[in-house]
T-cell receptor, first 113, second 112 residues
Framework: EPEVTQTPSHQVTQMGQEVILRCVPISNHLYFYWYRQILGQKVEFLVSFYNNEISEKSEIFDDQFSVERPDGSNFTLKIRSTKLEDSAMYFC???????????FGQGTRLTVV | QKEVEQDPGPLSVPEGAIVSLNCTYSNSAFQYFMWYRQYSRKGPELLMYTYSSGNKEDGRFTAQVDKSSKYISLFIRDSQPSDSATYLCAANYGGSQGNLIFGKGTKLSVKP
């Protein structure tokens, strides 16, 4: 069964460092999303991406964040200068269209120290 | 942001019980309502997807939306130990899977 894969499963980084979280969406999907979940908190929407551009973003997705689809298979989330409060589980998701199910990856746990 | 509220539990029931999970929401502009199941160390998995008010049934699962009271429910009949997970309700304005507003999740444990 096709699935969304995320790497790494756990990333530890020092405050102020740049991190790139990687995702391989399901191959025929066209819409891509990033969500995050701070420990003990709600899953929060960050950004959606379609046709090589951002289609929606939340207030959380500020200038420190960027997304890219560098090739035909990967979808990345970059955090330019990490802060302690960026520590969270980051989920990538993809869907074929806007009103079909989005499949989530298993997440990358980001720990900023 | 308190647009979708959900009792985090935990909720523990015996196998075979009927489970009722509930959320309330504040934004009357929400049109689409979803229930996700999240097993430990996994991403959320869509269970049910409902547009506007009404009921939707899928096997042992029934989703209900009451827009007049801004209340979302998920019922699980004949609950099984494999149903033990965290259940997340979510809502949004359009049908897109983006910009979902999630509740905090209710942790359910079904005891054999």
């Amino acid at each position: 069964e096709p699935e969304v894969t995320q790497t790494p499963s756990h990333q530890v980084t020092q405050m102020g460092q740049e991190v790139i979280l990687r995702c391989v969406p399901i191959s025929n999907h066209l819409y891509f999303y990033w969500y995050r979940q701070i420990l003990g908190q709600k899953v929060e929407f960050l950004v959606s991406f379609y046709n090589n551009e951002i289609s929606e973003k939340s207030e959380i997705f500020d200038d420190q964040f960027s997304v890219e689809r560098p090739d035909g298979s990967n979808f990345t989330l970059k955090i330019r200068s990490t802060k302690l409060e960026d520590s969270a589980m980051y989920f990538c998701a993809s869907s074929y269209s806007t009103n079909t199910e989005a499949f989530f990856g298993q997440g990358t746990r980001l720990t900023v120290v | 942001q308190k647009e979708v509220e959900q009792d985090p539990g935990p909720l523990s029931v015996p196998e075979g019980a009927i489970v009722s999970l509930n959320c309330t929401y504040s934004n009357s502009a929400f049109q689409y309502f979803m229930w996700y199941r999240q097993y430990s160390r996994k991403g959320p998995e869509l269970l049910m997807y409902t547009y506007s008010s009404g009921n939707k049934e899928d096997g042992r699962f029934t989703a209900q939306v009451d827009k007049s009271s801004k209340y979302i429910s998920l019922f699980i009949r004949d609950s099984q130990p494999s149903d033990s997970a965290t259940y997340l309700c979510a809502a949004n304005y359009g049908g897109s899977q983006g910009n979902l507003i999630f509740g905090k999740g209710t942790k359910l444990s079904v005891k054999p």
